[in-house]
């Protein structure tokens, strides 16, 4: 079972970077087309507010806000969405 400790090392070592990088890669392709189309937009937006809620999490998980069964639960939700997001 995973605990706190896992989820955290998940977050800061593989989620987050990801995330940061489809924004960076997301803005590249608006700016290489000179114009964002509101579809571009929305992702971006949604992308910034993806980030800032694992931000978020991590800060909770360092201040020691989540108890090991959400920990545990999150991080099972996480793993799910990288291998489906592989495949």
């Known amino acids: 079972m ?12 593989e989620v987050i970077p990801d995330v940061e990088e489809m924004i960076d890669e997301l803005f590249e392709e608006i700016a290489d087309a000179k114009e964002a189309d509101e579809e571009s937009k929305a ?4 992308l910034q507010e993806l980030r800032s809620s694992f931000e978020e999490l991590l800060s909770d998980l360092q201040d020691g806000e989540v108890n090991e ?8 939700e996480l793993v799910k ?7």
Do not use: N, V
Request: glycine fraction near 4%.
């Open 81 to 87: 969405m990288i291998e489906s997001q592989e495949e």
């Open 69 to 76: 069964d959400e920990c545990a639960e999150i991080y099972e």
């Open 43 to 46: 992702e971006y937006a949604e």
């Open 2 to 13: 995973a605990g706190c400790e896992d989820l955290k090392e998940l977050l800061e070592i």
